[in-house]
């Protein structure tokens, strides 16, 4: 063997583990953006009618309202506080394998009353217009629209947001 040969072999020993490791680097850097910047979802249901189809895309920013720790709920920094109108992502308290895509209405300290005459946010209704044939609400005058669901008029139910974290429910069949 040459030396020319033993070279060669040398060089190519070094090559396939800073290959492994940029891969694994690369990965890395991709998953933590998935994790820390934006995460894709797929709209499940009709229920954010017509703002959002069933089956679209959609890209959320996790820096919308503050820099959080990967996988938990603890903000290192908050600049901000989710406002009326904003479509949000959660957790179902159900099953936290499900996420939920919703509008925010209402805000602590609002009362949110949902009847069968529409929406009641602070004891002023909502206006509501009609749309593609569905009735919808317009929130606060912004061009947010949330549709409305036809099953509530079997059920009475009021909202009042205590704060950001418990959202109490009451459900009574009238």
């Not at 933590?32 to 069933?54: D, H, N, Q």
């Not at 005058?141 to 429910?169: C, G, R, Y």
């Amino acid at each position: 063997m040459n030396s020319h040969e033993g070279q060669k072999r040398r060089d190519l020993r070094g090559t396939w583990p800073r290959a492994l490791g940029s891969l694994a680097l690369a990965l890395l850097m991709i998953l933590a953006m998935r994790w820390a910047l934006f995460e894709p979802y797929v709209i499940p249901s009709g229920s954010m009618l017509p703002t959002l189809l069933i089956r679209d895309h959609i890209f959320v920013n996790k820096f919308a309202y503050g820099l959080r720790l990967p996988f938990s709920s603890y903000y290192f920094v908050r600049w901000s506080q989710p406002k009326r109108g904003d479509v949000v992502v959660f957790r179902s308290v159900e099953s936290s394998d499900i996420f939920l895509v919703k509008r925010v209405v209402g805000l602590p300290g609002d009362q949110v009353l949902i009847r069968p005459e529409g929406l009641e946010l602070n004891g002023k209704p909502v206006e509501t217009k009609e749309m593609s044939g569905k009735e919808v609400q317009l929130l606060l005058s912004d061009w947010t629209l949330q549709a409305k669901d036809e099953a509530i008029n079997d059920f009475k139910i009021e909202m009042e947001v205590l704060d950001p974290v418990s959202h109490p429910i009451f459900i009574d069949r009238n």
